[in-house]
C-alpha cells in the first residue's frame, strides 16, 4: 500500500488528529482509493484533497468512511466536530473561504435531503414561537443539540489533554481485565514520576495508567502521559522527564518507537502505539 504523503505543517494539531484517524481507518479497512470513490457519494480529488489535509473534511465524508468501513462514526464526529471548533475560532476564519477563490464541492443527495429537513423543522419551531401562548403554558426550554456535542467535544479533550485528571487506575491481581482504583493521588504538572513496570496479564505497566485507546499528542499531560513515557523508556526510547507532559522530546521518541515497529508514523500514541507499548 502506498505511504501516505506528509501533512502540511500549517496544519492544526486537531485537524491533523483527525485525518491521521481517516487514514489508519482507510488503511486497515484495506480500500483502495477507487474502490473508496465507488462505496461513497464522493469523487476521487475529493478524497485525495481530505485526506492529505489540503482541505478541511466535511461531516458527511467522515460519516460515510466509518460506514463503508464497517466502523461506528461516533468516535471521529466528535474529533471532527473538535477539529472544526478549532477552524471557527482562527484567526481570519471568517474570511477563509472566499479568499480561497475555490467553488464548494456539490454535497451528496443525502445531505441535501438532511438540510431541508432541518430548515422545515426551524420553520415550524419559528412558528410555533411566534403563536401567542395562554399563560399556564411557560415556554419549553431545549437544549440546542450543536452545543450538547460541543460539550462532549470539549469535555472529550479535557481528558485527552489530562486537564480533567482522575484516580490511578491498575490491573486487578485477582483476574484479567479487572481494573481497580488506587488510592486517588492527584497528579501535579511538572513534578518527576517513578516507574515502577512489572507484567500483568500478559502486558507491561508501569502502575499509572491502564489506558490501551487514549490518543495522546503535544501539550497533552496526565497519568496517561506518565504511563507511556514509562513504557517508551523501559523499550530504550528516552521520552525526557518523567513527569507527565506530552512535549516535543516524548513526540520524538514515540516516533522513533513507531519506526522500530513499522507503526504509522505521526508520533501520536494511539491504540497501535499503546498495543505495542504493552508488548
Known amino acids: ?36 470513490v465507488a462505496k461513497t457519494t464522493y469523487s476521487s480529488s475529493s478524497w485525495e484533497r ?12 467522515v460519516t460515510e468512511l466509518a460506514r463503508v468501513c464497517g466502523t461506528d462514526p461516533t468516535r471521529l464526529l466528535v474529533l471532527h466536530e473538535v477539529a472544526e471548533g478549532a477552524r471557527e475560532t482562527a484567526p481570519g476564519a471568517a474570511g477563509a473561504s472566499g479568499a480561497s477563490g475555490a467553488e464548494p464541492e456539490e454535497a451528496p443527495a443525502t445531505t441535501r435531503t438532511a438540510v431541508a429537513r432541518t430548515v422545515t423543522m426551524r420553520t415550524g419551531a419559528l412558528r410555533a414561537a411566534t403563536e401567542p401562548r395562554r ?12 452545543l450538547v456535542l460541543a460539550a462532549v467535544a470539549a469535555l472529550l479533550v479535557a481528558f485527552g489533554a489530562g486537564t480533567i485528571v482522575g484516580p490511578v487506575w491498575q490491573h486487578d491481581s485477582d ?25 500483568k496479564d ?26 507511556a513515557q514509562c513504557l517508551l523508556a523501559r523499550h530504550g ?4 522527564d518523567i513527569d507527565g507532559v506530552y512535549g516535543e522530546k516524548t513526540k520524538s521518541a514515540a516516533w522513533a ?21 504493552r508488548k
Open 1 to 36: 500500500m502506498a505511504r501516505w504523503k506528509e501533512l502540511p505543517d500549517s496544519l492544526d494539531q486537531r485537524e491533523r488528529q483527525l485525518i491521521v484517524q481517516l487514514r489508519r481507518l482507510k488503511d486497515r479497512s484495506g480500500l483502495s482509493l477507487a474502490a473508496l
Open 50 to 61: 481530505w485526506l492529505n489535509g489540503k482541505k478541511p473534511v466535511p461531516r458527511g465524508a
Open 135 to 146: 399563560r399556564s403554558e411557560p415556554p419549553a426550554v431545549r437544549p440546542r443539540p450543536r
Open 175 to 199: 483476574g484479567p481485565g479487572q481494573q481497580t482504583a488506587l488510592a486517588a493521588e492527584s497528579y501535579r504538572r511538572g513534578q518527576a514520576y517513578d516507574c515502577d513496570i512489572s507484567r
Open 202 to 227: 500478559g502486558g507491561l505497566y508501569a502502575g499509572h495508567s491502564a489506558s490501551e485507546r487514549v490518543l495522546l499528542d503535544i501539550n497533552h499531560v496526565g497519568w496517561d502521559v506518565v504511563e
Open 237 to 240: 526510547f528516552d521520552p525526557g
Open 257 to 277: 518507537f513507531q519506526e522500530k515497529r513499522g507503526l504509522a508514523l505521526d508520533g501520536i500514541v494511539g491504540p497501535e502505539t499503546w498495543r505495542e507499548l
